[in-house]
DNA sequence: GCTTAAGCGGACCCTCGGTCCGTATAGTCG
DNA sequence: CGACTATACGGACCGAGGGTCCGCTTAAGC
């Protein structure tokens, strides 16, 4: 195949524009207010080496967001027991779910930009899939439960950055009540028994967890 | 008070262009193609009328919308069975869900163009505000129901425009089959007896109903 | 060191939301 | 019915921001 590696510096650029924009999504609390040129100046290269390295605005919040999601899908798919495979999938679920919503607490910004610049909303970005498919999974290993695939559309809409954003920041909800709320409407959702405890799921790196 | 009541050639073009707006959305399949410019042609008039009679392209659609919603909205305040307030509250949360879900299939462009042209999410937005209250008030007189401010949410959540628009357009969801799956949904997250039947729902005007 | 192609960057373009102000007319009063 | 004025019209105009282009720079191989 003809996977050329690229230039030391090309590469070095596209870290400093990652991490330029990173930051200047955290800190201004509306992700819109952030432009291509304001993080070209922040990272300290030309207008032309964003775009030629993300295609497009969408193009490079999407990279953004998916590099730091890295570590969470990492647990997901091969990580120990509470997000990993091979926990029972009642558990798993709202380990799922858990870690989807502490993620968006921290990184209430780069999510929020994602959604707003998905050219055609959240749905048909890969990772959107990507949760769909890894939750409805899950959710079709419970037994007796049915329509796991609308399930687990509504179930992910429960966590969408705009609502999260919505009630933890204009509505002051604090990390812990978001979660337990949460924990207990998934959990009449998936029916059953109730839990006996908080889920505790959720991957430790870039911050995410209990806090 | 300071009413002034309008010139009838104001009232007219107002008219002209919710007209001329409403067909423009309706016909591209990407709301945010319509640019104020065309709505202005359509309907006849210059840029000047619009930007004076609604302020911004925001309070356009939202004007737009909340025409289109009134009847529901209506039905659901002063209406009479399923969605009226005489409607026990387990019954009567399942008609709400199940006109919203109507009401945005019928609506489906402007839905859209509502939700991505808010400018800062769905939520903060007056109707927004409105359905949660009314349905966490619902929820409210569910006995032994907990968390209904958040279980609100959550199952507007489900019936956002975007993945309505998902489900039904991109996915070939039908409408019968979605709105089975939101019920049966909705009924276990409400908890207690299975539904005996479908909730049927929804308002005739506009086209809102079982179809 | 020399060559070369990958990479750089900022001037430039275009679209689109929003403003402004000179002109036209609906409504009113004598 | 004609004059007067507040209201409304509309399109030229503006600024912002995403995206493009091309002459210059420089890393990397020989």
Chains 1, 2 share one sequence.
């Not at 993080?39 to 919040?61: E, Y």
Request: aromatic share 6%; with cysteine.
């Amino acid at each position: 195949m003809p996977e050329r590696k690229p230039r030391a510096d090309a590469a070095r650029n596209r870290e400093a524009v990652l991490e330029a924009a990173d930051r200047l999504i955290a800190n201004r609390d509306r992700p819109a207010q952030v432009t291509m040129a304001d993080i070209a100046a922040a990272a300290g290269v030309g207008k032309g080496t964003l775009f030629r390295g993300f295609g497009d605005r969408t193009g490079l919040i999407h990279a953004l967001f998916e590099a730091r999601l890295e570590p969470v899908r990492q647990a997901v798919t091969e990580g120990p027991h509470p997000l990993g495979p091979a926990t029972p999938p009642r558990e798993r679920a709202l380990a799922l779910l858990d870690a989807l919503l502490c993620f968006k607490l921290d990184h209430r910004h780069l999510s929020l930009a994602l959604e707003e610049a998905a050219s055609d909303s959240p749905y048909g970005a890969a990772h959107y899939d990507w949760w769909h498919a890894t939750l409805s999974g899950v959710l079709e290993r419970l037994p007796g439960f049915t329509g796991s695939d609308f399930a687990a559309h509504a179930l992910l809409a429960a966590v969408r950055a705009d609502l999260v954003d919505h009630l933890a920041g204009r509505q002051q909800l604090s990390r812990e009540r978001l979660r337990a709320q949460l924990a207990d409407f998934a959990g009449r959702v998936l029916g059953g028994p109730a839990p006996d405890g908080a889920t505790g799921g959720a991957v430790s790196a870039g911050g995410a967890g209990p806090h």
